[in-house]
């Protein structure tokens, strides 16, 4: 379902405040502080992909500052990756200043802080994911935040034509087609961005962050095998079972305990899917649980409810969406 918002559905004086409402309701609240005068436009379409959303921004040149007091009673962390196409935005998040120009996409998280501006009139595509979909495809998705990602070649390129494509199509699609999408959207960022030294760095060495990558990425993929275990993984990555639990040691957890949790990521999302069909058993085996009982005693120790509450939450916050997300008047 397409949303579509535009200031020349208000009177001159109410577009700024027309704006602000149509932007809270899209994104999460913010403070806008607009450069131009009475006259300000903008335009915004909103596509919803299940728990994800795909939006395209056009206004005058703005300030969109995120405070401490915006993010009390916020309850679920998301990410914002913005792909700027007519002119250069400066973000500033956690003592890090970035500019990003046309040609590159931005990643911001919510549950900080920032300001994020441009001078001259931009047109912005803005994929919004929630953080445990991210967090399911990229490990401690936080290191992402204020990184500017080129999108010129390789796989960043395709990510953003992908947005691009996508989203005029979106209103031709059934909600189970819209979501398998922005699934796959969130694939294409997490492989766009996995191999950037800046991702991969962290307080071990090269080497080591280059391995852990790649048993990062082969756990992943093997997830759904309910015999996956730290000799499995092992030898597909052909190092050491001892060098295996060394490197997940560096990272304060162990094997077994990341592989549960990646899981645990997985079955989340799916409990989230709107519409789902499959029963909370068939998600659980489908990524490797092979105990319903006690795939319920970690999910609730995982994320402090029930895999049912969940599920039940997921429903009622698309009920609620769906009833805030009309055009403001």
């Not at 206004?59 to 990410?79: A, K």
């Not at 060098?243 to 990521?265: D, E, K, M, P, S």
Request: hydrophobic residues 40%; proline residues 4%; charged residues 25%.
């Amino acid at each position: 379902m397409r949303v579509h918002y535009s200031t020349a559905q208000a009177a001159p004086a109410a577009r700024k405040r027309y704006w602000d409402e149509a932007i809270s309701q899209t994104y999460f609240p913010l403070e806008l502080g607009f450069r131009s005068g009475p006259s300000f436009s903008g335009d915004l379409d909103v596509w919803s992909l299940g728990n994800l959303s795909i939006s395209r921004n056009l206004s005058d040149g703005l300030i969109y500052r995120r405070h401490q007091r915006h993010l009390l009673h916020e309850r679920e962390e998301s990410y914002l990756i913005t792909v700027p196409e007519l002119s250069e935005i400066s973000f500033a998040q956690d003592g890090k200043e970035v500019r990003c120009r046309p040609g590159a996409f931005l990643v911001e998280r919510s549950h900080l802080p920032y300001e994020f501006s441009y001078v001259e009139p931009n047109a912005l595509w803005v994929l919004k994911v929630p953080s445990a979909t991210l967090r399911a495809r990229v490990g401690q998705p936080e290191r992402l935040a204020s990184l500017s990602f080129d999108s010129t070649r390789g796989v960043g390129a395709l990510f953003v034509d992908m947005i691009r494509n996508t989203a005029p199509r979106l209103d031709e699609m059934s909600d189970a087609a819209r979501e398998i999408s922005g699934k796959h959207l969130v694939d294409l960022l997490a492989l766009s961005i996995e191999g950037d030294e800046r991702v991969l760095a962290g307080a071990a060495s090269s080497v080591q962050s280059a391995h852990l990558h790649r048993v990062e990425r082969f756990i992943r993929t093997h997830l759904a095998a309910s015999d996956l275990s730290p000799r499995s993984v092992a030898e597909g990555c052909g190092i050491s079972i001892r060098y295996l639990h060394q490197l997940f040691a560096t990272q304060g957890t162990t094997v077994c305990g990341w592989i549960r949790c990646q899981r645990l990521l997985m079955c989340d999302e799916a409990l989230r899917e709107i519409g789902g069909r499959r029963s909370i058993s068939e998600i659980a085996y489908q990524w490797g649980f092979s105990d319903h009982a006690q795939f319920s005693r970690h999910y609730k120790a995982h994320f402090g409810r029930t895999p049912s509450e969940a599920r039940e939450a997921a429903r009622q916050a698309a009920l609620a969406a769906e009833t805030m997300t009309m055009p403001v008047g």
